[in-house]
């Protein structure tokens, strides 16, 4: 079992979470813009490391809020939790949003970029 | 909240609990004691905590501050306040209550970006009390409630017996309110006379 600390309410069981897959995933401004092989990358195509990855949960058991995680997909360690409208602080976070395939993907072109605090 | 409701509503219309409760009395020594608060008024309150003139405005209204440490809240004589969230409050009050709170709420905060919603009916609280209470709810929830950690002040979001529950402690008897779904609290009830059972449980109607 998974002992996630909500940034709200500290420490919880996982059974009080819900996994809201691949963090960080814009979604297109204008999809017409789009041919339909670029908006299935949106759509369907989802990393699945072996190692770090930034991932999004749901505090759905208690105080119902999102908040985004850094977590390793071998030891299930969780490194960085991090509020859900900002990127990553640490180094491990930093690289992987900044190496990430979708960096550079046709969606990520046509979007202006996320405005985060 | 003040055991007994100056309110005569809170007798008024029906409860889930009622066929469960027509069983009230047991050993007055009983390790754990039942009662349902019937039909208080639960509203929830959201709105920007960072806006000072929204927390003013609420204080004038509730007559005390919104708690804004999360997994606490604060009570006075008219309503309880529970943090449900960084922006959302649950506010229990006397049954009949909540039409005059939610309306006052209403007028201050009609300038300020907010919301309030009548809840009411949507759950009940089960008060749980005794020698054994803690230990009856820690055979059915993860949050540790042990006194180094969990104290009168203190609330929860969390699971009882997989129901979805709201935890708070009144006092060190100890007592707490759950509060949870009206079509959950005859399940709830009847787990908790059967956690219950082999410390003796009294039912107060
Ligand atoms: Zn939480």
Known sequence: MLYIECPWCGFRDDEEFHYGGEAHI??????????????????????????????RWLH??????????????????????????????????TEYYGQNWRRKSSVEKTIKPREYK | MVDVSPNKKENEGISPLDSLIKLSGGPQDGGICLKEHRHTGKLVLRGNPNDSRFTKLV????????????????????????????DEWLIN?????????????????????????????????????????????????????????????????SNLALALIVLWQIDQKPTYNILVRSSFSSYLWQWLLDAGAEFGIHIEK
Not at chain 2, 61 to 72: D, E, Q, R
Not at chain 2, 113 to 118: D, P
């Open chain 1, 26 to 55: 814009q979604r297109p401004t204008d999809p017409n813009e789009l041919n339909d092989e670029e908006f299935s990358e949106y759509l369907y195509l989802k990393s699945n490391p072996k190692g770090v990855i930034l991932e």
């Open chain 1, 60 to 93: 759905s058991r208690g105080c119902r809020r999102w908040f985004n995680v850094l977590r390793n997909t071998v030891t299930n360690e969780i490194t960085e939790i991090y509020p859900i409208d900002t990127l990553p602080n640490s180094k491990e976070g």
């Open chain 2, 59 to 86: 204080y004038r209204v509730l007559g005390n501050k919104l708690p804004l440490t999360p997994n606490t809240f604060v009570q006075n004589k008219q309503q309880t306040t529970i943090w449900l969230g960084p």
């Open chain 2, 93 to 157: 009050c006397f049954p009949g209550d909540e039409s005059t709170i939610e309306n006052n709420l209403n007028n201050s905060l009609s300038k300020i970006s907010n919301s309030v919603t009548n809840v009411s009916d949507n759950s009940t609280i089960i008060q749980i009390s005794g020698s054994k209470a803690r230990t009856v709810i820690m055979k059915g929830c993860s949050i540790d409630i042990h006194p180094r950690t969990f104290q009168p002040g203190q609330a929860v979001q």
